[in-house]
């Protein structure tokens, strides 16, 4: 069965009101009552509604409630909170619609910013956080629930509706309002709070959960919130786009051939593969007899597929998928080689007359290639080295200008590769950082813009590996393949209930939101770490380096071909989500009857657009981390990533398509020609989709990067180049060995030293140790050396 194409739009995040219902999980639902309540017990004496109120009077109230959440008892603070809340959510009680609702939502945030609200609501965070008599019980209660982490989710959802509300820009904002998103993204940047960026407090909190210390953690809230903040303080993928072209204007760099999110939204899908019982299928009706093979032809020849042989069947159990081979070691007709009698069927369709496929669904080959062909410096160096080593029998080095004794079409072929050469802005810090090290005391002080991500690395540089192995760790457990097991941690604190359902339909209400939980999980931590690669990568490519190298040693690659090696299409088109019970649906409607038949329905949506973002982010971070690694792409090789990712293209959508593509090109030239003999559908979507490298020789295999490498030799060379770049430009004391020496006697024995205090006790027994009893040889001063 073809699938549709999906009309999926990539973006930062989903739209707003995606965004805002993904914050609650189903079972926080009867909290909006409850949160309504509070406000309007409080509210009640000023007679009117909070809509029908004047700017300054609305201000006044919200000054109260601020004065309010100083008080002692934890109590009455948690019902101030959960009032601040609802005006936050929009005061939906007072609202008609779900505009009205956004609405006010919106006009209330930007009055909660402008009192103060976000500071005041940090330092309650800072308590909650460090309230060990709550970690300590929780950690010793054998079942968490909800009711352990009413005052964090509290706070966290009101953060989290400040962050998204204000970050999120629309064409009637009024002045003031653009003001303080500036402000706001500013400050959340900056090291204000404690002296490190907002962010790195929701780190905290995340390695302290991973660590068991402190397991009722909402940790999807903390993790939309951090997502949300990083998203907010570093910039989406269009401004990125602009940061990038910025940067290589600075550095007098000619401008990108194209711009990549245009030219992703521009391509086309290509037909899934076809699958292994498909193809069974259509050989046996071929081999019925002559007449009944013609009339077979037509699916066969009219199969616009990416590839017709080497499926094998997407809905095995997790178990025999296990065991799964390359197809180079079988020897099934599927598999490997065609039969001959089939291979001549399908080169020689029948004559055309009749056309069996409708218009409709005819080819459409490009016009063009996507994408303009890049070269590197080092390509071209390399082609000039091979071509002197051949016709003159030697070689210049780095020369790439001297053509002397070269035949006119290599010269040719300079000029065309010099005509595509792209430099990136990663070389150019490359090579400013390897002078920096030749020349330290000549060169001077390098000046570090300080970017929201320079600030970001610095604070997250001392526990970067600790931060890692705690996003993994969270993303392996809400993974869709891991299995339950004891050890793993319990993500679902934030969403099971205190009394567990008794009814089927409670059941089946709560096992679609835990679904719904961990597909969120993942989608903030996929989008999150894809974030902070492209943008360290643009700060500066070592700082790139060094994330990526703390994902690679954190088994990242086979999590993610873990993560992908599940039936995909049914993951894409989950329907975990209950619309009904959705922010702010659930509040402005009347609720109607949930039935079982209604919860198995779901919703009439043809995907799930937060679980095709989590595997796009997925496959960009697999791309980030490969790229140009030779190791790396080794490990795909090793973890025979080929068919999980083959079955990934069954998806309709350009954009996963063509990461998924990306991966399978960078390791053709080790799957052996038996596979891109059998895969030649797939070889033909590479070559429309992907990027061109005008030497890169990956269809054939004959580079010098197919022989094997040294894995260890690879990682360790980066990794020292990562640690003298870090310790050049962050470590404070690198400049003793070049400090002035201080020659003067008068000056040296003047300087005043600070002692310890009890020095002085024992100060004639050092006399005695270090002067009288050490015999000193004063005539050696007068001997010449």
Known sequence: MESPNLEFEYGDTDTLTAELSELYSYTEEPEFALNRDYFEEDFRSHGRRWIELAAEEQRAYVMRLLDALEVTDRDKRLKVARAILYLAQGVFDECDTEVDVLHWSRHNVFLLYDMGIFTALLELLSMEIDNNQACSSAVRKPAISLADSTELRVLLSIMYLMVETIRVQTEDDRPEWTAARESFKNELGSPMYNGEPFALLLFTMVTKFCSMNAPHFPMKKVLLLLWKTTLFTLGGFEELQEMKVRGRERLHLPPLPEDSIKVVRAMRAASPPASAMELIEQQQQQKRGRRSRRVQVAPLVKQDSLDTYNERDPFKNDDARDEEEDPEDTDSGIEGEVDPLDRDVIIQPPPPPPPLRPPTERVNFPKGLPWAPKVREKDIEHFLETSRNKFIGFTLG?????????????????????????????????????????????????????????????????????????????????????????????????????????????????????????????KAISALLLLLLKHFKLNHIYQFEIVSQHLVFANCIPLILKFFNQ???????????????????????????????????????????????????????????????????????????????????????????????????????????????????????????????????????????????????????????????????????????????????????????????????????????????????????????
């Open 398 to 522: 780095n020369d790439t200008e001297t053509l002397v004794g070269l035949p006119r079409p290599i010269h040719e072929s300079v000029k065309t590769l010099k005509q595509h050469k792209y430099v990136s802005i990663a070389e150019v810090q490359i090579r400013k950082e390897e002078e920096l090290q030749q020349c330290p005391l000549t060169l001077g002080e390098e000046d570090v813009e300080e970017t929201p991500a320079e600030m970001l690395y610095l604070g997250m540089l001392p526990n970067l590996s600790q931060y890692v192995i705690a996003l993994l760790k969270l993303l392996l457990a809400a993974a869709p393949t891991s299995k339950a097991k004891t050890d793993s941690i319990n993500i679902l604190a934030d969403v099971l209930p205190e009394e567990m359902p008794i009814t089927v339909l409670q059941s089946m209400k709560l096992g679609i939101d835990v679904n719904r939980h961990k597909e969120i999980i993942v």
């Open 567 to 785: 039936n995909i299409m049914s993951y894409i088109s989950a329907k975990n989500s209950i619309c009904v019970l959705d922010f702010p649906h659930c509040v402005v409607h009347e609720m109607p009857e949930l039935t079982a038949e209604s919860l198995e329905a779901g919703d009439s949506n043809q995907f799930c657009w937060r679980n095709l973002f989590s595997c796009i982010n997925l496959l960009r971070i697999l791309n980030k981390l490969t790229k140009w690694k030779h190791s790396r792409t080794m490990m795909l090789v090793v973890f025979k990533s080929a068919p999980i990712l083959k079955r990934a293209l069954k998806v309709k959508q350009a954009m996963m398509q063509l990461y998924v593509l990306k991966l399978l090109k960078i390791q053709t030239k080790y799957l052996g020609r038996q596979w891109r003999k059998s895969n030649m559908k797939t070889m033909s979507a590479i070559y429309q989709k992907v990027r061109h490298r005008l030497n890169d020789d990956w269809a054939y295999g004959n580079d010098i990067d197919a022989r094997p490498w040294d894995f260890q030799a690879e990682e360790c060379a980066l990794r020292e180049s990562i640690e003298k770049f870090n310790a050049r430009r962050y470590d404070k004391n690198r400049n003793g060995e070049f400090a002035p020496v201080d020659n003067c006697l008068q000056s040296v024995l003047g300087q005043r030293v600070e002692l310890p205090e009890d020095f002085r006790y024992s100060y004639e027994m050092w006399l005695e140790r270090e002067v009288f009893s050490q015999p000193i040889q004063w005539e050696g001063l007068l001997q010449d050396p």
